[in-house]
């Protein structure tokens, strides 16, 4: 079971619910949210589960998943995973064109500029003083 498709359950779950952020809930929600559950998918899970789950992030049970899962209208976990599939994006030669890396210069050629900048300004200033 992937962690990828476990936090976005509880992501799609958050926001159909359209609470406070998860980090402020208290074990009353966790209840609301176990009763919500059963109301909606006839199934039971318990809100300390509920809470190992958001707080823990320990992954319940592939029945309790299942159940999540059909809480917010997939047929279950696995009709979850497929829909929302997490895997390496490749690209091919005009998208790499499109998006060619950038040069970039090292941070201790930025700071050796930089001050280099300061002590020319700094014997501009002195060769004009003097010359004037």
């Not at 976005?8 to 926001?15: A, G, P, V, Y």
């Not at 406070?20 to 609301?32: I, T």
């Not at 992030?57 to 929302?84: E, H, M, Q």
């Amino acid at each position: 079971m992937s962690t990828y498709h476990a936090n976005d359950l509880k992501q799609q779950i958050e926001h159909i619910l359209r609470w406070e952020q998860s980090s402020h809930w208290r074990a009353r929600d966790y209840v609301h949210l176990s009763e919500l559950v059963a109301s909606h998918t006839q199934r039971q899970i318990d809100a300390r589960e509920l809470q190992a789950f958001w707080e823990l992030s320990t992954i319940p049970s592939k029945l309790s998943l299942d159940t999540l899962a059909v809480f917010i209208d997939y047929t279950g976990w696995d009709d979850f995973c497929a829909r929302n599939v997490y895997g390496v994006m490749e690209a091919d030669d005009e998208t790499q064109l499109l998006h060619a890396p950038m040069w970039e210069i090292p941070m201790r050629w930025v700071i050796v500029l930089c001050w280099l900048s300061v002590i020319a300004s700094i014997v501009v200033g002195i060769l004009l003083v003097w010359k004037g």
